[in-house]
């Protein structure tokens, strides 16, 4: 929080400063316009980077929620200059695998899954500068799923020769209410912040896990449904650098 603070203040202290034409000195328009599309990324690693460069510490960071919207890449089309369209996306594939070798036995672990989120919405903005602020709300859909697996070669050091736990099918709803701020720094490209807080309803389906034994035919014991639904804390999402073209 105080770092946003900081950060606000200096974009308001920039604001002040400049004389706050709209436009470049080759005619280049800073704020979006009807009919202008844009595309938004999170910028935190960039603040990061920034920092490092100026003090030398390792350890800089920009605020973030630990929330998928915060690593999204966001899609705009202005319908008027002070009105968008948006499209939220964040399609997450994965898989990981770590040996360990003993001198008995190799264990061998296996993570893999996806998570795919979509989104749609809508943004209303204010300001006649160059500093901008903006309000809005996306509909969200979730998709996810995600398996263990443990294979083992040495039948004296487990009970089993192989064991896998898959989670079922998890399914997410949400409505995600923002409220931002953002300063064109160049023509159509600008830095910001926005907060949100969103409800959201997520249903994961039976999960199961396959225990393959040394002797004998591998069992299966299913695990049970569940379901949820949260309101969720206003916090920074995440530092933004969007480009509108």
């Given at each position: 929080?105080?770092?946003l603070?900081?950060?606000?203040?200096?974009?308001?202290?920039?604001?002040?400063?400049n004389?706050?034409?709209?436009?470049?000195?080759?005619?280049e328009?800073?704020?979006?316009?009807?009919?202008d599309?844009?595309?938004?990324?999170?910028?935190n690693?960039?603040?990061r980077?920034v920092?490092?460069?100026?003090?030398?510490?390792?350890?800089n960071?920009?605020p973030?929620?630990?929330?998928?919207?915060?690593n999204?890449?966001?899609?705009?089309?202005?319908t008027?200059?002070?009105?968008?369209?948006?499209?939220?996306?964040?399609?997450?594939?994965?898989t990981?695998?770590?040996?360990?070798?003993?001198s008995s036995?190799?264990?061998k672990?296996?993570?893999?899954?996806f998570?795919?989120?979509?989104?749609?919405?809508k943004e209303w903005?204010?300001?006649?500068?160059?500093?901008?602020?903006?309000y809005?709300?996306?509909?969200?859909?979730n998709?996810?799923?995600?398996?263990?697996?443990?294979?083992n070669?040495?039948?004296?050091?487990?009970?089993?020769?192989e064991?896998?736990d898959?989670?079922?099918?998890?399914?997410?709803?949400?409505?995600?209410?923002?409220?931002?701020?953002e300063?064109?720094i160049?023509?159509k490209?600008?830095?910001?912040?926005?907060?949100?807080?969103?409800?959201?309803?997520?249903m994961?389906?039976?999960?199961?896990?396959?225990t393959?034994p040394?002797?004998?035919?591998?069992t299966t014991?299913?695990?049970?449904?569940?379901?949820?639904?949260?309101?969720?804390?206003?916090?920074?999402?995440?530092?933004n650098?969007?480009?509108?073209?």
């Open positions: 929080m105080k770092k603070l900081t950060i606000s203040f200096a974009l308001f202290a920039l604001n002040a400063a004389a706050q034409t709209l436009t470049s000195k080759k005619g328009a800073y704020l979006p316009e009807k009919g599309w844009a595309i938004g990324f999170n910028a690693n960039l603040f980077y920092g490092n460069a100026f003090n030398g510490n390792t350890n960071a920009a973030s929620l630990t929330n998928w919207v915060s999204s890449i966001v899609g705009k089309k202005f008027t200059a002070n009105t968008a369209y948006r499209v939220v996306a964040n399609i997450g594939f994965g990981e695998t770590e040996t360990d070798e003993q036995n190799t264990n672990y296996t993570e893999s899954g998570d795919v989120s979509l989104g749609l919405g903005r204010r300001g006649k500068t160059r500093l901008q602020g903006y809005g709300a996306d509909v969200l859909l998709v996810n799923s995600s398996s263990n697996k443990e294979t070669t040495n039948s004296t050091s487990t009970s089993f020769k064991r896998k898959k989670d079922g099918l998890g399914f997410g709803i949400g409505v995600n209410g923002f409220l931002g701020a300063y064109f160049f023509p490209i600008s830095i910001g912040a926005q907060y949100q807080y969103g409800l959201t309803v997520s994961q389906g039976a999960g199961e896990l396959t393959t040394w002797t004998g035919a591998a014991s299913k695990g049970s449904r569940t379901s949820s639904i949260g309101l969720g804390n206003v916090g920074v999402a995440s530092m650098l969007t480009l509108h073209f």
